[in-house]
Protein backbone atom coordinates (compact mmCIF):
# COMPACT_ATOMS: atom_id res chain seq x y z
CA UNK A 1 0.00 0.00 0.00
CA UNK A 2 0.88 3.29 -0.34
CA UNK A 3 2.41 5.37 2.29
CA UNK A 4 0.12 7.48 2.49
CA UNK A 5 1.98 11.23 2.75
CA UNK A 6 3.93 9.25 6.05
CA UNK A 7 6.89 8.92 3.83
CA UNK A 8 10.18 10.16 5.77
CA UNK A 9 13.04 12.06 4.05
CA UNK A 10 15.84 9.74 4.44
CA UNK A 11 18.37 10.64 7.24
CA UNK A 12 21.16 9.40 4.65
CA UNK A 13 20.44 10.36 1.31
CA UNK A 14 23.32 10.07 -0.03
CA UNK A 15 23.56 6.49 0.63
CA UNK A 16 19.62 5.70 1.12
CA UNK A 17 16.90 6.79 -0.49
CA UNK A 18 12.81 5.94 -0.15
CA UNK A 19 10.57 4.80 -2.55
CA UNK A 20 6.43 4.80 -3.21
CA UNK A 21 4.12 2.68 -3.82
CA UNK A 22 0.94 2.66 -5.66
CA UNK A 23 -2.82 1.71 -3.89
CA UNK A 24 -4.56 0.33 -6.82
CA UNK A 25 -7.67 -0.15 -4.40
CA UNK A 26 -9.72 2.17 -6.43
CA UNK A 27 -9.04 1.47 -9.88
CA UNK A 28 -12.27 1.24 -10.40
CA UNK A 29 -13.12 4.76 -10.02
CA UNK A 30 -12.65 7.06 -13.09
CA UNK A 31 -9.63 9.22 -13.13
CA UNK A 32 -7.45 6.66 -11.55
CA UNK A 33 -4.12 7.25 -13.11
CA UNK A 34 -4.61 11.55 -12.44
CA UNK A 35 -4.84 10.66 -8.77
CA UNK A 36 -2.54 8.03 -9.13
CA UNK A 37 -0.28 10.43 -10.18
CA UNK A 38 -1.34 13.48 -7.68
CA UNK A 39 -0.84 10.87 -4.85
CA UNK A 40 2.73 10.19 -6.30
CA UNK A 41 3.34 14.04 -6.12
CA UNK A 42 2.19 14.23 -2.45
CA UNK A 43 4.63 10.87 -1.54
CA UNK A 44 7.58 13.28 -3.06
CA UNK A 45 6.99 16.09 -1.29
CA UNK A 46 6.68 13.73 1.78
CA UNK A 47 10.85 12.24 0.31
CA UNK A 48 10.12 9.96 -2.23
CA UNK A 49 12.92 9.29 -5.06
CA UNK A 50 11.67 6.55 -6.57
CA UNK A 51 8.58 4.65 -7.45
CA UNK A 52 8.19 0.82 -6.47
CA UNK A 53 6.03 -1.26 -8.79
CA UNK A 54 5.24 -4.53 -7.27
CA UNK A 55 4.97 -7.94 -9.21
CA UNK A 56 0.80 -7.45 -8.76
CA UNK A 57 0.18 -5.20 -11.44
CA UNK A 58 0.32 -7.63 -14.47
CA UNK A 59 -0.70 -10.84 -12.41
CA UNK A 60 -3.32 -9.89 -9.59
CA UNK A 61 -4.09 -6.30 -9.85
CA UNK A 62 -7.80 -6.92 -11.47
CA UNK A 63 -11.40 -4.26 -11.89
CA UNK A 64 -14.52 -5.27 -10.30
CA UNK A 65 -15.71 -6.99 -12.89
CA UNK A 66 -12.25 -9.86 -12.58
CA UNK A 67 -10.78 -8.31 -16.10
CA UNK A 68 -6.44 -8.07 -15.27
CA UNK A 69 -4.72 -4.94 -15.37
CA UNK A 70 -2.02 -5.03 -17.92
CA UNK A 71 0.81 -3.54 -17.26
CA UNK A 72 0.17 -1.14 -20.31
CA UNK A 73 -2.80 0.20 -19.43
CA UNK A 74 -3.68 3.38 -20.61
CA UNK A 75 -5.39 4.20 -17.73
CA UNK A 76 -1.87 4.42 -15.90
CA UNK A 77 -0.44 6.94 -18.57
CA UNK A 78 -0.65 9.93 -16.00
CA UNK A 79 1.49 8.39 -13.73
CA UNK A 80 4.63 7.38 -15.87
CA UNK A 81 4.24 10.51 -17.26
CA UNK A 82 4.56 12.45 -13.37
CA UNK A 83 7.61 10.06 -13.21
CA UNK A 84 9.30 11.64 -16.43
CA UNK A 85 8.08 14.85 -15.67
CA UNK A 86 9.52 14.51 -11.58
CA UNK A 87 12.77 12.46 -12.90
CA UNK A 88 11.75 9.94 -10.69
CA UNK A 89 12.89 6.15 -11.65
CA UNK A 90 10.44 3.72 -11.62
CA UNK A 91 11.76 0.30 -9.96
CA UNK A 92 9.37 -1.83 -12.08
CA UNK A 93 8.12 -6.04 -11.21
CA UNK A 94 6.82 -7.76 -14.07
CA UNK A 95 6.14 -11.18 -13.83
CA UNK A 96 8.28 -14.27 -12.02
CA UNK A 97 10.87 -16.63 -14.14
CA UNK A 98 9.76 -17.92 -17.32
CA UNK A 99 9.76 -21.58 -15.78
CA UNK A 100 7.43 -20.54 -13.29
CA UNK A 101 4.94 -20.06 -15.85
CA UNK A 102 5.07 -23.27 -17.54
CA UNK A 103 4.30 -26.93 -16.17
CA UNK A 104 6.38 -28.70 -13.72
CA UNK A 105 7.83 -31.39 -15.19
CA UNK A 106 11.20 -33.15 -16.24
CA UNK A 107 11.71 -30.54 -18.79
CA UNK A 108 11.10 -27.26 -16.29
CA UNK A 109 14.17 -26.72 -14.69
CA UNK A 110 13.13 -25.02 -11.79
CA UNK A 111 11.48 -28.72 -10.68
CA UNK A 112 13.06 -28.73 -7.33
CA UNK A 113 11.92 -25.30 -6.19
CA UNK A 114 8.70 -25.55 -7.12
CA UNK A 115 8.17 -29.06 -5.85
CA UNK A 116 9.43 -27.34 -2.54
CA UNK A 117 7.46 -23.73 -2.77
CA UNK A 118 4.40 -24.93 -4.91
CA UNK A 119 3.07 -21.45 -4.11
CA UNK A 120 5.66 -19.88 -6.66
CA UNK A 121 4.08 -21.84 -9.72
CA UNK A 122 1.99 -19.13 -12.02
CA UNK A 123 -0.16 -21.54 -13.62
CA UNK A 124 -1.67 -20.87 -17.41
CA UNK A 125 -5.71 -21.39 -15.88
CA UNK A 126 -4.53 -18.44 -13.12
CA UNK A 127 -2.09 -16.12 -14.95
CA UNK A 128 -1.37 -14.62 -18.12
CA UNK A 129 1.56 -16.18 -20.06
CA UNK A 130 5.18 -15.26 -19.66
CA UNK A 131 5.41 -14.14 -23.20
CA UNK A 132 2.05 -12.27 -23.07
CA UNK A 133 3.92 -10.28 -19.48
CA UNK A 134 6.91 -9.51 -21.37
CA UNK A 135 5.31 -7.44 -24.02
CA UNK A 136 2.84 -5.62 -22.22
CA UNK A 137 5.95 -4.70 -20.16
CA UNK A 138 8.07 -3.89 -23.65
CA UNK A 139 5.21 -1.71 -24.88
CA UNK A 140 5.01 0.29 -21.56
CA UNK A 141 8.73 1.05 -21.76
CA UNK A 142 8.49 2.06 -25.63
CA UNK A 143 5.57 4.38 -24.97
CA UNK A 144 7.02 6.24 -22.11
CA UNK A 145 10.77 6.93 -23.00
CA UNK A 146 10.93 9.52 -21.38
CA UNK A 147 10.18 7.40 -17.91
CA UNK A 148 13.08 5.99 -16.59
CA UNK A 149 12.57 2.05 -15.41
CA UNK A 150 14.37 -0.07 -13.84
CA UNK A 151 13.76 -3.64 -14.80
CA UNK A 152 13.86 -5.46 -11.28
CA UNK A 153 15.66 -8.89 -11.55
CA UNK A 154 17.39 -8.36 -14.75
CA UNK A 155 14.11 -8.33 -16.97
CA UNK A 156 13.67 -12.10 -15.60
CA UNK A 157 16.22 -12.36 -18.46
CA UNK A 158 19.50 -12.95 -17.12
CA UNK A 159 18.90 -16.62 -18.55
CA UNK A 160 18.70 -14.96 -21.99
CA UNK A 161 21.43 -12.08 -22.01
CA UNK A 162 21.23 -11.72 -25.49
CA UNK A 163 17.55 -11.02 -25.71
CA UNK A 164 17.73 -8.81 -22.74
CA UNK A 165 21.03 -6.72 -24.24
CA UNK A 166 18.48 -6.35 -27.38
CA UNK A 167 15.84 -4.96 -25.30
CA UNK A 168 18.32 -2.42 -23.86
CA UNK A 169 19.68 -1.44 -26.83
CA UNK A 170 16.31 -1.08 -28.35
CA UNK A 171 15.28 1.13 -25.15
CA UNK A 172 17.60 3.33 -23.64
CA UNK A 173 15.27 4.51 -20.80
CA UNK A 174 15.42 1.04 -19.17
CA UNK A 175 17.80 -0.19 -16.67
CA UNK A 176 17.75 -3.47 -15.06
CA UNK A 177 19.39 -4.59 -10.96
CA UNK A 178 20.97 -8.33 -10.41
CA UNK A 179 18.28 -9.04 -7.49
CA UNK A 180 17.80 -13.07 -7.05
CA UNK A 181 20.21 -13.51 -10.47
CA UNK A 182 23.01 -15.01 -9.64
CA UNK A 183 22.26 -18.92 -10.35
CA UNK A 184 21.70 -17.80 -14.62
CA UNK A 185 25.13 -16.15 -14.48
CA UNK A 186 26.88 -18.24 -13.28
CA UNK A 187 26.56 -21.36 -15.86
CA UNK A 188 27.67 -18.85 -18.37
CA UNK A 189 30.43 -16.67 -16.60
CA UNK A 190 32.16 -15.54 -19.67
CA UNK A 191 28.99 -14.32 -21.70
CA UNK A 192 28.12 -12.79 -18.14
CA UNK A 193 31.08 -10.94 -18.14
CA UNK A 194 31.07 -9.48 -21.64
CA UNK A 195 27.53 -8.56 -21.12
CA UNK A 196 28.72 -6.07 -17.51
CA UNK A 197 31.16 -4.87 -19.24
CA UNK A 198 29.01 -3.58 -22.12
CA UNK A 199 26.25 -2.22 -20.05
CA UNK A 200 28.29 -1.30 -17.64
CA UNK A 201 25.74 2.16 -17.15
CA UNK A 202 23.03 0.36 -17.36
CA UNK A 203 23.13 -2.76 -14.50
CA UNK A 204 21.98 -1.81 -10.72
CA UNK A 205 23.33 -3.77 -7.95
CA UNK A 206 20.63 -4.84 -6.69
CA UNK A 207 19.70 -7.70 -3.51
CA UNK A 208 16.78 -9.80 -2.93
CA UNK A 209 15.45 -11.28 0.30
CA UNK A 210 18.44 -13.12 1.26
Known amino acids: KRMLGMIAASPAPDRMVVF ?20 LETDVAA ?16 RANGARV ?4 AELDPLWAACARLKLPVLIHTGEPAPFFEPVDVTNERWLELQVHPQRRRPADTFPAFEALM ?3 DRLFTRHRDTMFIAAHMGFHANDLGRLGRMLDAMPNVYVETGAILAELGRQPRC ?19
Do not use: C, H, M
Open 20 to 39: ANVDFSDIDVPGFGRRAAAR
Open 47 to 62: GARGLKIFKNLGLSVK
Open 70 to 73: PLDD
Open 135 to 137: AER
Open 192 to 210: AREFFTKYQDRVLFGKDSW
